[in-house]
């Protein structure tokens, strides 16, 4: 009876987990068919349908899509999540950019590379893509883990980088190695056991919604949550390498908007920053936590 019940229970799970995923990928835009992966990625105000595609680079085939026409703005997703976070800004962006968006390797559709890779390495996929797209400079935003990834570029392929917007990359620039371990140690939600009874999901829900704005829809942050569902079957992700790229930012030298998104949790002392960064103007971004771009595109 317990073996029965114990089935019954992972049976129920499973099936509430394969409909989340449905729900959640058609919300971003993909519809999954017996036939594979079939894309239907119009939006309300649109341009144009998002153009899909993949590149091969050193650390396997990376994920893109793209919308629009004129500059090449390439936007860069937090770490464990994917280029879905910029499904509802990109529209509103095409008819003055050719927005790109990545899916960065070991995230979304990327795939999962051999070893962890350095924010080097991450940055390096980039350009690899950008090569293989044909574009020599690009604009660049880049939310939190990915804000580290545009930094990177600004200073190791700085000819290749335009103008730069980072979203809640406030950094700590006092990790010492002890700090550091502490932060390779503390367990995210990844990190905790899949369970019968699915605790695991109440626990990483409630931290999702802590990392929400206080008026932030549930809807909105199912949207990420979902992500960091599907990613946590993943070796590896952005975050561990975030947490070890210490940059020179002496040697960054972009013309900056830094976003700070007034309920972010993990946002970092964006102020710092700026002081870091001469001439960067600063914005707080009103009514959004960690998850901006999902719950206030328009802004």
Sequence with gaps: MNNRRTFILIATLAMNLRRLMQLALMVGGLLITSAGLEIKAAMPGMAGDIQRSFSNTQFGRVHHWSIGQGSTLLMLHQSGQTSTEFLAIAPLLADSFRVVAIDLPNHGQ???SDHELTVDEYADAVVDVLDNMGIT?????????????VINLGIRYADRVGKVILSGAGRDEDVDEEKLQEMLNT??????????DGDFLQKTWSV?????????PPE?????????????????DLHYAVYRYSPNLDEFNKETLLLKAEEDI???DVAALQRRIPGSILRNIPNCGSWQFFEQPEL
């Design 208 to 216: 999702y919604r802590k990392m929400s704005a206080s008026n932030t």
């Design 110 to 112: 990327s795939d999962t």
């Design 266 to 268: 993990y946002a970092g």
């Design 220 to 236: 909105v942050t199912f949207q990420p949550f979902l992500s960091s569902l599907t990613l946590r079957q993943r070796r590896y």
């Design 187 to 196: 367990p995210m939600t990844r990190d905790l056991p899949i369970d019968v």
């Design 137 to 149: 400079q690009a604009h660049m935003l880049g939310q939190h883990g990915g804000a580290s990834v």
